[in-house]
């Protein structure tokens, strides 16, 4: 016999035979207890009744000691592949993907949700882009594979991965979701003086990864026919890969970041996008203000939610759509946002993406895809 079953967190409606006691959403992944009342014989020399919490209980543990989930609860359970992309480096498909979600649970101002941020974009890779599992590197401090933690040197060999014999026809992405900041810049090619950073766990004690660095290790190696596609959800993000050219959303044209320097940040002929969480100057949300059960970076949730909607829209009405979604989050009263963000800035969201790119295009008559 069969029942009918919503998922409570993707809402996916499926059907289950009432003889399971365990049920995984075909959807989302996420575990559910067979809940339908059947009728079983009391076990010899026990208490019926009581038996069954023990026996839901050690079927859950045994289930998710199978699965060894990598994920924060709520999240669906993913099982991390027992080689990664860094041992198929001979056997790499023209669609890579390096995802790095770094939560700081060691430190003071740890993030929640850029684990969720890191499997939700996995997932939209695979089922909307095509991309495979065994040719992506996904960074978290939940790996198994010390070669897949997030500190600096392992974000620097994986975007050196990343780009790795490039050749026409391939198309690249880089998502980072973590802290950013801003130094002073010493070389004179940033217009604002300042250089933008990324944080991999380790930062305090090795250092910030530089934008200076992220171009020549992924933008500048790209040769013609390349695409790559950089998303980073971090505050101080809009020129992380100082690209030449960025979006004004305020006077919809294209504006001149080269650096004064006269220093040139070009590609070896292919090409660039980076879609950042905020400009330069913002701070970026981890909040609760777009799904009430999880923590998520607002760009994150946003650009996913848009793309599943509309799989043919353009990066002018994804941005578009992105900054409409943050204006009614704050209109309503964002909250649950990151702790040491909300206590500085209140609980709305300032944040406005930025879109940079190698070369300038039409942002509306050109379709977003990685």
């Given amino acids: 016999m069969e029942i009918k079953i919503i998922c409570?967190?993707?809402?996916?409606?499926?059907?289950?035979?009432?003889?399971?006691?365990?049920?995984?959403?075909?959807?989302?992944?996420?575990?559910?207890?067979?809940?339908?009342?059947?009728?079983q014989s009391p076990p010899s020399g026990g208490d019926y009744g009581s038996s069954i919490p023990s026996l839901i209980g050690n079927l859950l543990k045994k289930l998710c000691h199978a699965l060894?989930?990598?994920?924060?609860?709520?999240l669906s359970s993913f099982v991390y592949p027992k080689s990664c992309g860094l041992d198929n480096v001979g056997a790499l498909g023209n669609k890579r993907a390096v995802l790095c979600g770094v939560s700081y649970k060691k430190w003071k101002y740890k993030l929640k949700g850029t684990i969720n941020d890191v499997f939700n974009m996995r997932d939209l890779l695979i089922r909307y882009y095509e991309y495979r599992d065994e040719n992506m590197l996904i960074l978290t401090e939940e790996q198994p594979d010390a070669r897949l933690?997030?500190?600096?040197?392992?974000?620097?060999?994986s975007l050196k991965w990343l780009v790795k014999d490039c050749r026409s026809g391939d198309s690249l992405v880089f998502y980072y979701s973590g802290h950013g900041l801003r130094q002073p810049d010493f070389e004179?090619?940033?217009?604002?003086?300042?250089?933008?950073?990324?944080?991999?766990?380790?930062?305090?004690?090795?250092?910030?990864?530089?934008?200076?660095?992220?171009?020549a290790t992924i933008v500048q190696p790209l040769t013609e026919g390349v695409r790559l596609h950089a998303i980073v959800d971090a505050c101080h993000s809009g020129t992380i890969l100082d690209l030449e050219h960025y979006y004004d959303n305020n006077e919809q044209q294209w504006k001149d970041n080269k650096p004064p320097s006269g220093a040139r940040k070009q590609t070896s002929g292919g090409k660039a996008y980076c879609i950042s969480a905020c400009e330069d100057d913002q701070v970026a949300?981890?909040?609760?203000?777009?799904?009430?059960?999880?923590?998520?970076g607002a760009l994150t949730y946003i650009l996913i939610e848009v793309v599943k909607a509309n799989p043919d829209v353009t990066y002018g009405i994804l941005l578009k759509n992105i900054l409409e979604r943050i204006d009614k989050a704050n209109e309503r009263g964002c909250v649950g946002g990151s702790g040491i963000l909300s206590r500085i800035f209140g609980p709305n969201i300032t944040q406005k993406p930025l879109l940079s790119a190698s070369e300038q295009f039409n942002i509306y008559e050109t379709q977003f895809k990685l």
């Fill in 8 to 39: 409570h967190r993707c809402k996916q409606k499926f059907s289950a035979s009432t003889t399971t006691e365990i049920i995984i959403c075909p959807q989302c992944r996420t575990v559910i207890p067979n809940r339908t009342p059947r009728k």
């Fill in 68 to 74: 060894k989930p990598a994920t924060a609860p709520g």
């Fill in 149 to 157: 933690i997030p500190t600096k040197a392992n974000i620097e060999s």
């Fill in 188 to 215: 004179g090619d940033e217009i604002d003086g300042f250089d933008e950073t990324i944080c991999p766990v380790d930062f305090l004690k090795e250092g910030m990864i530089v934008d200076n660095d992220i171009y």
């Fill in 285 to 296: 949300a981890d909040t609760t203000a777009f799904s009430s059960k999880t923590m998520n």
